[in-house]
């Protein structure tokens, strides 16, 4: 056994001697086909490409008015409504005469339409009382 030891050391000894520290291995074929298989990674850094922005302008539509305009005949109208309907809003302020035609807010024309558009109920004071108990 010690025999075997002396031997091993001996051939340890004289190829640690020999190699040479600063030179180049020569690639075996297998160290080739191993390093092609399993190629170390490499980063790759890509650069986001530049995108023009571009602006297209779209034309808004028209909001809706917060004012009508409206003639005389249409406004007669809808005092008559009103004295019939025995009903103002605080709006009726807000109404303005300029160049033979009035401007409305949009609360006094939807107002206008409702009260157009709603059947006239008989009120309580017009009402004959005998026929409501019948």
Sequence with gaps: ????????LVVFSSSVADAQ??????????DKVLRSMFQPRKIVTKSKPIVKVRVI???RK??????FTVDAQWMARYWELEMAWDYWIQEDE????????YI?????FKHYE???????????????????FE
Excluded: C, W
């Design 62 to 67: 028209r909001s809706i008015p917060r004012t």
């Design 1 to 8: 056994m010690r025999a075997i030891i002396l031997v091993l």
């Design 57 to 59: 302008r779209v034309e």
């Design 114 to 132: 409702d009260m157009v558009n709603t059947a006239r109920r008989p009120s309580a004071a017009n009402a004959d009382p005998i026929s409501s």
């Design 104 to 108: 409305v807010p949009v609360v006094v």
């Design 94 to 101: 807000q109404i303005k005469f300029k160049d033979s035609k």
């Design 21 to 30: 520290p600063l030179r180049k291995k020569r690639k075996s074929g297998f």
